[in-house]
């Protein structure tokens, strides 16, 4: 930060807070109508010389924490034309314990990464808090000031995904929110901005999420068609098999009422093996076999 924190504080007070709607001259404020610790990042993003800057905290005169007061009316200043630097926000993660992140943090931090958030988790978890934050840290930034470039930086492709339809929904939150995507290692290596040039890879992405949907798609109706010519036909095992229909119909064709007919009967499998099938399970065996016959 070039300026003095009090001179940040004047600069970012010369300006409305878009987030606590305070008015120019006067610092901002919690719901809780107190004196804000820090000015909100809507509000210091306004000046070019403090947008690289995560935080600026409210100058003690200000009286952080107390009630709020309104402060004398500063000019509005529309916010200076300038080239700002690109924001980086980095994201490392490995998925166990064993594994280190001392390598990826090592090459976000020579990235010039304003913030880095990392984890340890398993591929296999779909909530990521850390990445969470990165987007929406990334989203405020863009929210606040949208001609300012904001980059999701991180050190290989892999690391933000376990396959290519999550893939697919992390690029679409940054085509949402105009986040370009920054990969440091790999055959991909570079910043690839969603609506520009590097629309196309996250073309590809869509291109390949689709892909691996109907792939696991054809391969699941390939299994199932493997397993009907084997007999099997998935759901719920019957209560009441072939050899068990005919001994039940055997008995009603001479005269035995279905509840005693369920209480000669044994289920064979599952959980209630060696038990009698309730007396629902006849009547909807022999309904079942009746429609059969009726087909053929």
Same mark, same amino acid.
């Given at each position: 930060m070039e300026l003095t924190p009090d001179q940040a504080a004047h600069a970012v007070e010369r300006h409305n807070c878009p987030k606590c709607e305070v008015p120019a001259g006067s610092p901002c404020r919690t719901r809780a109508? %107190?004196? @804000? =610790?820090?000015?909100?990042? /809507?509000?210091?993003?306004?000046? &070019? /010389?403090?947008?690289? !800057?995560?935080?600026?905290? =409210?100058?003690?005169?200000? #009286?952080?924490?107390?009630?709020? %007061?309104?402060? &004398?009316? @500063?000019?509005?200043? &529309? /916010? /200076?034309?300038?080239?700002?630097?690109?924001?980086?926000?980095?994201? @490392?993660?490995?998925?166990? @314990?064993? #594994? !280190?992140?001392?390598? #990826?943090? #090592?090459?976000?931090?020579r990235a010039d990464c304003k913030r880095v958030f990392s984890e340890k988790i398993s591929t296999r978890v779909k909530v990521r808090p850390e990445l969470e934050e990165a987007l929406k840290l990334a989203h405020d930034f863009k929210e606040a000031a949208p001609d300012q470039t904001v980059i999701l930086t991180v050190h290989e492709l892999k690391r933000l995904a376990r396959n290519a339809a999550e893939l697919m929904t992390l690029s679409a939150a940054l085509q949402a929110g105009d986040i370009q995507l920054e990969l440091l290692t790999g055959p991909l290596t570079g910043v690839y901005d969603p609506n520009g040039m590097g629309s196309m890879l996250f073309a590809v992405l869509a291109v390949a999420a689709q892909l691996d949907r109907n792939y696991i798609r054809e391969k699941t109706l390939e299994g199932q068609v493997a397993a009907a010519g084997k007999g099997n036909h998935g759901g719920r095992p019957k209560v009441i098999d072939d050899d068990m229909l005919l001994f039940a119909r055997a008995l009603k064709d001479k005269g035995t009422p279905v509840p005693d007919i369920a209480k000669k009967l044994t289920i064979k499998t599952g959980k209630n093996a060696g038990k009698s099938p309730s007396v629902a399970s006849p009547y909807r065996a022999f309904a079942e076999a009746e429609e059969t016959d009726t087909a053929a």
């Open positions: 109508s %107190k004196t @804000a =610790v820090k000015y909100h990042t /809507a509000r210091f993003i306004l000046v &070019p /010389a403090l947008r690289e !800057e995560l935080e600026i905290p =409210v100058p003690a005169d200000r #009286q952080p924490g107390r009630p709020w %007061k309104q402060g &004398p009316p @500063a000019p509005e200043v &529309p /916010a /200076a034309a300038s080239v700002a630097k690109p924001i980086r926000i980095g994201y @490392a993660r490995c998925s166990v @314990a064993t #594994q !280190e992140l001392a390598s #990826q943090l #090592q090459a976000l931090e």
